[in-house]
């Protein structure tokens, strides 16, 4: 079955002036604000990034990497203010026992469903909510095939879909192998997958590929901390200047032409203010094609 993910739009719509509204197939906006590794500064950065504009918050259940809670400060304060949580898209994940610390918040000895019931309802309990947009694997439990184990917890997360109480669900850090299993599979395909992504290794393509094929969001993270070269890249280069743009605004710019949804996790919020008008400006179709090719 080839299904064709429909075009991304080119042009930034604003909610009350403010808040960005372009979404994907599966309703996430062209460009999300990731939360990892903000520690006690995470609520203050959240605000931040809503008060420019973002409407897309990536978190997860993880509190080695994240600090849900102080995320979900941040959300409650959005709807104090007189923001609407339906023009929200919150996104968290189940994390399993291996990447977590010794903070894990579920019980690591309840069977792996119970985890993954746990784990979500503390999440919703730290995001002050009564649902969430995505809900994601963060990474399957082996590699390269999927475990028994993520056959259990997918089963729990269509559960959690067919509830309501996830509007979505998908997976991180997943190989193709592990992907085209999972849509050929499963009762509910991945609405969204979220990888990290280098230009060394193709951009990820052969996992786009298949979210291509199936119609899967492509999420991609690290775009910039990942690719520093492509940062000065000639091309990269030579369309920041030709546009008027900055190189980090291009990558952007060439993930959402091709077919992806980019997570940044700056802490500046004029560079927050750049990323979010990547979706303002377009390249051209041999530009995109001349990014995938590079080999950052």
Known sequence: MNVTLPMLASATELLNEKKHKDMTA????????????????????????LSVGFTGIDTANQPRHYKESLVGNALHSFLEQGGSRQDLFVQTKFTPVAGQ???????????????????????????????VDSYLLHAPHSFPE???ADWEVWSVMEELYRSGRARSVGISNVN???LVSLCE?????????????????????????????????????SLLTGNPAMLRHPKVAELAEKLGKTPQQVIYRF????????????????????????????????DVEAIEEAQG
């Open 26 to 49: 599966h309703g996430a906006p062209e460009i999300m604000y990731g939360t990892a590794w903000k520690e006690g500064r995470t609520t203050e950065l959240v605000e931040k990034a």
């Open 101 to 131: 610390d010794s903070r894990i918040p579920y019980d690591p000895k309840a069977d792996i469903q119970s985890q993954v019931r746990q784990s979500f309802e503390s999440s919703l309990a730290d995001l002050r909510t009564d649902y």
């Open 146 to 148: 999927l475990a028994d």
């Open 176 to 178: 193709r192998q592990q």
């Open 185 to 221: 599979k499963a009762n509910l395909r991945p609405a969204i997958v979220q990888n990290r992504c280098f230009a060394k290794f193709g951009w990820d393509r052969a996992v786009r590929e298949v979210c291509r094929t199936f119609g899967v969001t492509y999420q991609g993270f």
């Open 255 to 286: 993930a959402m032409q091709a077919g992806m949804v980019p997570l940044t996790g700056t802490t500046n919020s004029n560079h927050m203010k750049e990323a979010l008008a990547a979706v303002d400006f377009e390249i051209s179709e041999d």
